[in-house]
């Protein structure tokens, strides 16, 4: 039996109580809510931790979570606790190498869930994506946070950033941003440009002018490219008839295949429920003492590039 506590606020555990009693093997043994200030003293220490972290041997950090304590999660990583996070949660660079040294010594599982590589959509797609030359990617978003864009930019790009190196798999050489103004004086558009050293290029636009509800990822290939809808959960392969010229990488819009010569495949997507998934690897992950999927050096790969990418940004832009 495992010991689990979640970080989350009180309107969240029913629906944890919910979720972890479909598993046997764990045991819900609290919650503590970092975004509750009753919880603090008044030095801004959290109060109830060690009576916390005495009950579990693992916890779950909700995604809805607003504040984070460092010093709490060191505290959980040098206490021995294993630990799931429902999303890109930690956006710090220099935290984040920290946490991975204190992971080596303590040997735990710190297994990132939620995240786009683990949705359906995206494992069918995954294995048909050999040596992309290009992706690009359109995200529809609402207008840009005022007051807290560090959050918001990272939260907004994690996901997307996580899944073009899985599927490019080689090292960043260059990352480019500029905002781009049409009715107001913040971006309405923000694009970024990645180039790996293996040739590739991920090219991203995020913003409210995309289609809303929009969040479309084009990988092209050397004869085929995929047209894979995060959001409708969609796969389409569109490859050249026999006689067709090589693929012109110039496209810019979604074009019919046949108006190009292509052959359009419905790839199939099967569903599965991705957030128990996550908590059934991540029991597997303890037990066996296996690495997850997605951990802490993919969400420090993370936070480096979307820290580069406002670097860029505020060269044409002061965010307020």
Known sequence: MIKTGVIASRRRMDHYQQTLGAFSVLDLAGYLDTDDKANYDAY?????????????????V??????????????????GKHVLADGFLLSDPNMLQELLDL????????????????KPVFQA???????PQLIKLEKYTPSLAVGNFD?????????????ALRVIRSDVKSVKAKPVFMFSNHPDLINVHLEFHNGSVF???????????????????RDRFYRIDLDRSSIKECRLKEGEQQLDFALDEWVHPAVKGFEELERPVVWFDPWKAEIRAFVEHISLDRKPAT????????????????????????FE
């Open 125 to 131: 797609a995954l294995p048909l994506l050999h040596e």
């Open 151 to 163: 959050r918001w930019l990272h939260f907004t790009m994690s996901n997307e950033l996580d899944m």
């Open 203 to 221: 090219q991203m636009s995020f913003g409210r002018i995309p289609s809303e509800d929009a969040c479309v990822m084009r990988v092209y290939s």
């Open 44 to 60: 801004g220490n959290l109060l109830y931790v060690n009576d916390f972290m005495a009950r579990i041997d693992a916890v779950i």
């Open 103 to 118: 992971n080596q010594e303590a040997r735990v599982v710190f297994q990132v869930a939620g995240s786009a590589y683990a």
């Open 295 to 318: 951990g802490l050096e993919e969400m420090h790969h993370v936070a480096v590039l979307v820290r580069e990418v406002k670097h860029q940004l505020s060269r044409n832009y002061v």
């Open 62 to 79: 909700d995604r809805y979570t607003g504040y984070i304590p460092d010093a709490l999660v060191k505290q959980l990583l040098r206490s």
